[in-house]
């Protein structure tokens, strides 16, 4: 169940650590970059991606710090449980007082943590995986823990309708381009949802037709239990970065050669909100960090490869959206970038056009059962009772079913994906990336401190150690909150 404590897993070496969390932060987000730069202007879209980065980096160490110190608080709970049982052994061993003296002593001697890994004496070391939900549970009242699952029970419904839109959208793109133009869609053409796709179908019946499909495949593996596999994972991101090397290559060629159409303003207010929510959405990581940074072996110099992390993903980010924007016109980038490349004139091998194109539905797909059972866990926990079991129809059938029904409508209603990762990002994922490690490191900094004293330190404390970051990270996210709504409001009453 979502929350849990679990084992740590097989260790691996922080450099492999380096690598996951990179491939966990660039995902599909990365794709839906490029047309928001576009429309936001590429010094606009520079500077916020920069600073997001930096907020976002300063969160994950939040996370981090939190996460030690729930190691912590474990460690002191298994240590006065082991008194406890010590002190009941001792007392009904025998009444002489020299045992009683021996087995005081032998308290006295044994470690302090012998629970823990041999090495790693420090109460704040990292050493069990403690989900962001058990943090919750740890360090929030019962209004802030369900406070916190509402907030990840809704990205990840933001997250399974933008999966949704996505697969059905490429498929759409591919094949309607196919059946019409056997080269696929060329620089000028713009197609709408009514247009004919096959025949009498108009290309939204044909997306509607693959949301269909994509449900009726893929819907079923959310009433059962499904994990990504290692070698499932390792073909996905093969996959994702040949697609990713082979766009930004193609593009820096077209550039090279002087067919770079793009004229990008240095700035466009108007595409801010849009482009706020995708980096936000693009920057995710800290509701995985506790399985991704507790199996690193060793964690001396954690903050520092988190640092070259984000530095690694800015300078990514930074090179696939600023060849998109100066190699294709900011009217033509489509909300999936890979669909830029359909064109026979930026692609003249039809494989290459077809496995870009197609590329979101290989890896998407096998996202969508893994988020959708992580969701519908979610929803159990939080109406979960201590000691209490769910009978079989709500537990087999309602879950699943309120976990599939709500993101297939939004995508059965809309295929806007710059939208729905936007809204996603700038709500949801404005919380779970600011305001929960905000409230997450206040807690756990004032519970410790009511533990273990002021004298005792957090090994794997952030930087941004100043109660003043806290307030300036919830003040960021409280702004952020009013101007997405306020642009809505406004964008609405111009229509």
Same mark, same amino acid.
């Given at each position: 169940?979502a929350?849990?404590?679990?084992e740590?897993?097989?260790l691996y ?8 969390? !990179? %491939?966990?932060?660039v995902? *599909?987000?990365a794709?839906?970059m490029p047309?928001a730069f576009?429309?936001?202007g590429w010094?606009v879209?520079l500077?916020l991606?920069?600073?997001l ?5 300063v969160?994950t160490t939040f ?11 474990l ?5 006065? %449980?082991?008194?406890e049982?010590e002190?009941?052994?001792s007392?009904?061993a025998?009444d002489s007082d020299?045992?009683i003296?021996?087995n #005081?002593e032998?308290a006295?001697?044994?470690p302090?943590?012998s629970? &823990?890994?041999?090495?790693?004496p420090?109460?704040?070391?990292i050493t069990d995986?403690?989900?962001?939900? &058990?943090m919750?549970?740890m360090f929030?009242?019962?209004?802030? $823990?369900?406070l916190?699952y509402f907030?990840?029970i809704v990205y990840?419904?933001?997250?399974l309708a933008i999966?949704a839109?996505a697969?059905p ?5 591919v094949?309607?381009?196919?059946? %019409?133009?056997?080269?696929? $869609?060329?620089?000028?053409t713009? #197609?709408?949802?009514t247009?004919?796709?096959w025949?009498? @179908?108009r290309r939204?019946?044909a997306?509607r037709i693959?949301l269909?499909?994509f449900?009726?495949l893929?819907?079923?593996?959310? !009433?059962f239990?499904?994990q990504?596999t290692?070698y499932l994972q390792?073909l996905?991101?093969?996959?994702r970065?040949i697609?990713f090397?082979?766009m ?5 060629i077209?550039?090279g050669?002087?067919q770079g159409e793009?004229h990008?303003p240095l700035?466009? !207010?108007?595409? =801010?909100?849009?482009l ?5 959405y ?5 509701h995985s960090?506790?399985s991704?940074? *507790? ?6 110099h ?7 992390d984000?530095v @690694?993903?800015?300078a990514?980010y930074g090179l696939?959206s600023?060849?998109a924007i ?10 999936m970038?890979t ?6 004139? =930026?692609v003249?091998?039809a ?5 870009l194109?197609l590329?979101p ?5 096998t ?7 992580t @969701?519908r866990?979610n ?17 087999r059938v309602?879950?699943?079913t309120i976990?599939?029904?709500?993101p297939?409508l939004?995508?059965?209603?809309t295929h806007?994906l710059e939208?729905?990762?936007g809204i996603?990002g700038? #709500?949801?994922?404005?919380?779970i &990336?600011y305001?929960?490690p905000?409230?997450?490191v206040?807690?756990?900094r004032?519970?410790? &401190?009511?533990?273990f004293?002021?004298?005792v330190?957090?090994k ?7 109660t003043?970051?806290?307030g !300036?990270?919830? @003040?960021w ?5 009013i101007f997405?709504?306020a642009n ?7 229509l």
């Amino acid at each position: 169940m979502a929350g849990e404590i679990t084992e740590t897993g097989e260790l691996y070496s922080s450099y492999v650590g380096l690598v996951y969390m !990179f %491939n966990l932060i660039v995902g *599909t987000g990365a794709l839906t970059m490029p047309k928001a730069f576009a429309t936001a202007g590429w010094l606009v879209s520079l500077v916020l991606l920069v600073f997001l980065g930096f907020m976002s980096f300063v969160t994950t160490t939040f996370v981090i710090e939190a996460m030690a110190a729930a190691n912590a608080q474990l460690h002191w709970k298994r240590m006065e %449980n082991l008194k406890e049982e010590e002190d009941d052994d001792s007392s009904t061993a025998s009444d002489s007082d020299v045992l009683i003296r021996d087995n #005081y002593e032998r308290a006295e001697k044994r470690p302090i943590l012998s629970v &823990q890994r041999r090495g790693s004496p420090n109460p704040f070391e990292i050493t069990d995986r403690v989900e962001m939900g &058990q943090m919750a549970s740890m360090f929030f009242n019962k209004v802030g $823990v369900n406070l916190f699952y509402f907030c990840i029970i809704v990205y990840l419904y933001g997250d399974l309708a933008i999966y949704a839109a996505a697969v059905p959208f490429s498929l759409m793109q591919v094949t309607c381009a196919t059946g %019409n133009d056997s080269c696929g $869609v060329e620089a000028d053409t713009k #197609y709408n949802d009514t247009d004919r796709c096959w025949g009498p @179908l108009r290309r939204v019946d044909a997306y509607r037709i693959y949301l269909a499909i994509f449900t009726l495949l893929l819907g079923p593996f959310t !009433f059962f239990d499904v994990q990504k596999t290692k070698y499932l994972q390792i073909l996905t991101s093969l996959m994702r970065w040949i697609a990713f090397a082979v766009m930004i290559v193609l593009a820096l060629i077209r550039i090279g050669h002087g067919q770079g159409e793009g004229h990008p303003p240095l700035a466009d !207010f108007s595409g =801010v909100r849009n482009l706020f929510g995708v980096c936000v959405y693009s920057f995710m990581c800290q509701h995985s960090l506790p399985s991704l940074i *507790t199996p690193v072996s060793s964690k001396r110099h954690l903050t520092r490869l988190v640092f070259l992390d984000y530095v @690694l993903i800015l300078a990514f980010y930074g090179l696939l959206s600023f060849t998109a924007i100066f190699c294709f016109r900011g009217d033509s980038l489509m909300d999936m970038y890979t669909l830029n490349f359909a064109r026979c004139d =930026v692609v003249g091998l039809a494989a290459v056009r077809f496995f870009l194109g197609l590329f979101p539905v290989f890896t998407i797909s096998t996202n969508f059962p893994i988020i959708a059972v992580t @969701l519908r866990n979610n929803w159990k926990t939080l109406f979960h009772r201590e000691g209490g079991t769910y009978p079989w129809v709500v537990d087999r059938v309602v879950f699943p079913t309120i976990t599939l029904v709500p993101p297939v409508l939004v995508a059965f209603c809309t295929h806007d994906l710059e939208s729905l990762v936007g809204i996603t990002g700038a #709500y949801a994922g404005t919380g779970i &990336q600011y305001v929960i490690p905000a409230f997450l490191v206040y807690h756990c900094r004032r519970d410790t &401190q009511l533990a273990f004293g002021c004298g005792v330190s957090n090994k794997h404390r952030s930087p941004f150690r100043h109660t003043f970051w806290v307030g !300036f990270v919830l @003040l960021w996210a409280f702004s952020c909150f009013i101007f997405v709504t306020a642009n809505i409001i406004l964008s609405e009453t111009k229509l």
